[in-house]
């Protein structure tokens, strides 16, 4: 089965990057980049026309901030219907800690090779 990959992410570089990775496995079709939640939640809406399910989500764990209500509103109506994989960005222990306090169990380190 092809998935299509949604990578969401401040980063432009990462996300390119990211999107090298999808393009070199058959078993992803194709891939977005988006910048902003905003932008996720259009493409989540059911009525978007541009996009088959199934879909994995690489989202940028910068942009998960849980004292946010509407961050935390969005990715738990998001985690209902999608796999979500983190890039961690290295923060402090305590944001992987709320990560995984959420919910998350895919949760990978922006800083390793393309093996790992």
């Given at each position: 089965?092809q998935?299509?990959?949604?990578?969401?992410?401040?980063?432009?570089?990462?996300?390119?990057?990211?999107?090298?990775?999808i393009?070199?496995?058959?078993?992803?079709?194709?891939?977005c980049?988006?910048?902003?939640?905003?932008?996720?939640?259009?493409?989540?809406?059911?009525?978007?026309?541009?996009?088959?399910?199934p879909?994995?989500?690489?989202?940028?764990?910068?942009m998960?901030n849980?004292a946010?209500?509407?961050?935390?509103?969005?990715?738990?109506?998001i985690?209902?219907?999608?796999p979500?994989?983190?890039?961690?960005?290295?923060?402090?222990e305590?944001?992987?800690y709320?990560?995984?306090?959420?919910?998350?169990?895919?949760?990978?380190s922006?800083?390793i090779?393309?093996?790992?």
């Open positions: 089965m998935t299509q990959v949604i990578i969401c992410d401040q980063q432009a570089l990462y996300a390119l990057g990211c999107s090298t990775l393009n070199e496995h058959p078993q992803f079709n194709g891939y980049i988006i910048r902003n939640l905003q932008m996720l939640n259009e493409i989540m809406s059911e009525d978007h026309p541009n996009y088959d399910f879909k994995v989500l690489v989202i940028d764990s910068g998960l849980f946010n209500p509407l961050t935390y509103k969005t990715i738990h109506l985690k209902k219907s999608l979500i994989m983190v890039l961690f960005n290295d923060e402090d305590v944001h992987l709320n990560l995984i306090d959420h919910g998350f169990s895919v949760i990978v922006r800083h090779s393309e093996t790992e």
